[in-house]
């Protein structure tokens, strides 16, 4: 395509770049679809490297698989952008109202790929800004991320990261890692967004470090009085220093762990406090960091303050063999990943250390095989429950990139039929229904189903979708009680079935629905396994408008614990509908 050239694609029409084709786009080239025409879709499925300067697309959507694309200026309007499996770099383009997806769908050997988002704009989404899926190496940098209605920037199972020096404000949510190793460095500005500045789950290895002078990297603000940084027990950070991480309110949470830990987490050298320039950092209280007992917070810092005292012999161990990774000594990493496990079994670090070692395989030979016989035999990885639990998960995670997609389905459905948590039950069924379009994706067998066929997607979209609800179910936006409900004399013209509120909900919410004429009707509560938690109704009810309230417990009268619910409406025996709700204790 010549420099300049206009590419008009009309009433949802296709241009489609076939495997082992080439394609060659000028300088200035613009792809737009009139408006209120269905959006047109450009498809490059395998072509030789893409180089483009200057690029525009307008309402429409540019849809890229196994083809290196590299974008230097331009700008997406009203448009999406979904990269599939090679290396995507975007630098100094205007996004708005599209979101960048980028996710790799082939496991085994193969050239090193990456993700590379620099010096763009990404606003105004109506869902994430940036989804990022399995990549073994990405970096988001110098980015203005606002005003999107999803969170920010999503990562999902990716390796070896940095997230810097971007712009992160009033989005749904900032950061969301889910088995994802990434630094968050120098002087990001994650405040004012809708929910959580920072979530880690799933075995993510994260660190949060700042610059120790200004311009400072500021945690603020965020999801209200709610924790500024949550991260469960599998998720602690490996470093938390030299960042400004506070609250408007200061007696609101500033960080969150769920769950029990079992050492102590070091936040000193940070400040909290009011974040007034030239200000000083306060003490936190037991309002500030949850459980207050579990973290390590003096000294606090005040900017230009550099960290004193002594580092652990772990942690130096450890950071010694980051600096191998990070010079590509990647022998030498690996043998000093290992000898802080040997040496230091009870240490933190001896966990963020075996999550390092994926790191390795990825960037080395790839022998995911003898890093399961490691995780599966090295005494140490069973050290403690903490440890058994990692060693576990990571060692069925060489079972997907050794493609044995059975033996992974089967680990993530036992965690299922018996989760550590509701948010443990969560994240495997996303992980379930993940590994099983891996299979698919990489010739395995797409007719296998095991124990839970509901989580069994049927396509990637399907898949997508679900992921993104369940994310957002687990920290979404409390749904209030409307001000005015429907009023029972007007008489619905359909079956429907409302949304609860609160939603998330502790430890009662309202459950509603409406009925077109008398009828006989079954609102029963599942858990995410599908099993049976109770019946709240089974009674015929006039035409209108009901409402009735779940207590959060079972049949038994039993309180359930913390965790994603089903509710399902039947109206004379026919399923109707089924909605979502989150009990948050």
């Known amino acids: 395509m010549a420099d300049s050239s206009r590419i008009y694609l009309l009433e949802g029409a296709e241009l ?106 990404i606003q105004n989404s109506n869902t994430y800004a940036v989804f990022i899926s399995s990549y073994p190496s990405f970096n988001i940098y110098n980015n203005t991320i606002t005003n999107n209605e999803g969170t920010a920037i999503n990562l999902y199972t990716n390796t070896n990261g940095t997230i ?56 603020f603000n965020n999801y209200g009085n709610e924790a500024e940084i949550w991260f469960n027990t599998t998720s602690k950070p490996d470093e938390v220093i030299f960042n400004k991480i506070y609250d408007s309110n200061y007696e ?91 040496l230091y079994p009870a240490s933190n670090y001896s966990k963020m250390a075996a999550k390092q070692l994926i790191s390795i395989a990825e960037k080395t030979d790839q022998d995911f095989l003898s890093l399961k016989d490691y995780y599966d035999n090295e005494p140490n990885m069973t050290f403690d429950e903490e440890m058994i639990k990692v060693s576990s998960f990571l060692s069925n995670l060489c079972n997907i990139k050794t493609t044995e997609f059975i033996t992974a389905i089967d680990w993530f459905e036992d965690v299922i039929s018996n989760p550590p948590s509701q948010i443990d039950s969560v994240l495997a069924v996303i992980d379930l229904g993940y590994t099983y379009l891996l299979m698919e994706a990489n010739g395995g067998r797409s007719d296998y189903t095991g124990r839970f066929a509901q989580f069994k997607p049927n396509s990637w979209e399907e898949f997508e979708e679900n992921r993104i609800q369940l994310l957002n179910d687990l920290f979404g936006e409390p749904e209030i009680e409307p001000k005015e409900e429907p009023l029972s004399k007007i008489i619905p013209t359909c079956v429907t079935l409302h949304r609860n509120y609160p939603n998330p909900f502790n430890p009662t919410t309202t459950i509603s629905f409406s009925i077109p004429e008398e009828s006989k009707v079954d609102l029963i509560i599942y858990n995410i396994k599908g099993q049976k938690v109770k019946t709240l109704t089974k009674d015929v009810y006039e035409k209108g408008f009901h409402k009735l309230i779940w207590n959060g417990k079972d049949s038994s009268e039993k309180e359930v614990g913390s965790g994603i619910y089903f509710y399902k409406l039947k109206v004379n025996g026919n399923d109707k509908s089924v909605r979502k709700c989150l009990l948050l204790k």
């Open 16 to 121: 489609i770049i076939e495997e082992g084709a080439n394609i060659v786009i000028g300088d200035n080239v613009k792809f737009s679809t009139p408006d209120g025409e269905e959006s047109g879709i450009v498809r490059i499925m395998g072509s030789s490297p893409v180089y483009c300067n200057n690029l525009e697309f307008y309402n429409c959507e540019l849809q890229t698989t196994d083809t290196r694309v590299e974008i230097y200026g331009g700008n997406f309007t009203e448009s999406r952008l979904r990269h599939l499996n090679e290396r995507l770099i975007l630098d100094n383009i205007d996004f708005d109202q599209t979101s960048i997806f980028a996710e790799k769908r082939t496991v085994g050997p193969g050239i090193l790929v990456y993700v590379n988002i620099e010096n763009c704009t």
């Open 164 to 219: 810097e020096n971007n712009y992160i404000v009033n989005n749904g949510a900032g950061i969301y890692l889910n088995n994802t190793e990434v630094e968050i460095i120098d002087h990001n500005v994650i405040r004012d967004n809708d929910e959580h500045g920072i979530v880690a789950l799933n075995y993510s290895n994260w660190s949060l470090i700042g610059q120790n002078d200004y311009p400072c990297q500021i945690i």
């Open 252 to 342: 609101s949470e500033f960080v969150h762990c769920s769950g029990i830990l079992q050492r102590v987490i070091d936040v000193t050298n940070n400040f909290w406090g009011n974040g007034a320039v030239g200000g000083n950092s306060r003490i936190p209280t037991e309002e500030n960091l949850y459980p207050f007992e579990s973290y390590q917070y003096e000294p606090v810092w005040n900017p230009g303050i550099p960290r004193g005292g002594e580092d652990s012999d772990a942690e130096l161990l450890y950071l010694s063999g980051k600096e191998f990774e990070v010079n590509e000594n990647y022998d030498a990493a690996e043998q000093t990943y290992k000898d802080v496990i040997t």
